[in-house]
T-cell receptor
Framework: TAGITQAPTSQILAAGRSMTLRCTQD?????MYWYRQDLGLGLRLIHY???????GKGEVPDGYSVSRANTDDFPLTLASAVPSQTSVYFC?????????FGSGTRLTVV | QQQVKQSPQSLIVQKGGISIINCAYE??????FPWYQQFPGKGPALLIA?????SEKKEGRFTISFNKSAKQFSLHIMDSQPGDSATYFC???????????FGSGTQLTVLP
């Protein structure tokens, strides 16, 4: 089934540790995105990539970095996790017809 | 800065009733207005979308009403069913393939 694959599904991470959330798509979409979802705040854009080799900052980029080495993969890295980064993270890709989201990674920073 | 304001935060409706969720936006460059449906443990999925060249779009029991002058749009769910219980997000962007700005979400519960 075509779509977005995110890994891991959930993770508990000690504050100060680093972690990479993985995202892979098989739809050959040029644009990809990382959102975080927090209760009452909706989905907020962290970083985006309009095409392989380019990335940009969204609404809440601090503490996160991304790379886009190829069309299919768009990993999100937390260099030194803090408790405020506890959230559900969604990767998405888009074409003219709209966005496709992954199933999310639930991250708890303790 | 919240560019898309969504209300209510939560909504409880009886089976067969009409569910109405409202959104307002500020950025006049927005020209694509989708609604997403999210079930627990899943990612959001596109439900229905509208562009400002029409004032209404209907797909089955779901209707988007759009008021360009007021910069408002709403989702109406007719004959609401318990299976419609989910979180609904409105969103907006300057084009369908551009970065979406989401509302804060509405948790809908349809009572049997």
């Amino acid at each position: 089934t075509a779509g977005i694959t995110q890994a891991p599904t959930s993770q508990i991470l000690a504050a100060g540790r680093s972690m990479t959330l993985r995202c892979t798509q098989d739809m050959r979409h040029n644009a990809m995105y990382w959102y975080r979802q927090d209760l009452g705040l909706g989905l907020r854009l962290i970083h985006y990539s309009n095409t392989a080799g380019t990335t940009g900052k969204g609404e809440v980029p601090d503490g996160y970095s991304v790379s886009r080495a190829n069309t299919d993969d768009f990993p999100l890295t937390l260099a030194s996790a803090v408790p405020s980064q506890t959230s559900v993270y969604f990767c998405a890709s888009s074409d003219y017809y709209g966005y496709t989201f992954g199933s999310g990674t639930r991250l708890t920073v303790v | 800065q919240q560019q898309v304001k969504q209300s209510p935060q939560s909504l409880i409706v009886q089976k067969g009733g009409i569910s109405i969720i409202n959104c307002a936006y500020e950025n006049t460059a927005f020209d694509y207005f989708p609604w997403y449906q999210q079930f627990p443990g899943k990612g959001p999925a596109l439900l229905i979308a509208i562009r400002p060249d029409v004032s209404e779009k209907k797909e089955g029991r779901f209707t988007i009403s759009f008021n360009k002058s007021a910069k408002q749009f709403s989702l109406h769910i007719m004959d609401s069913q318990p299976g419609d219980s989910a979180t609904y997000f409105c969103a907006a962007s300057p084009g369908s393939a551009r970065q979406l700005t989401f509302g804060s979400g509405t948790q809908l519960t349809v009572l049997p």
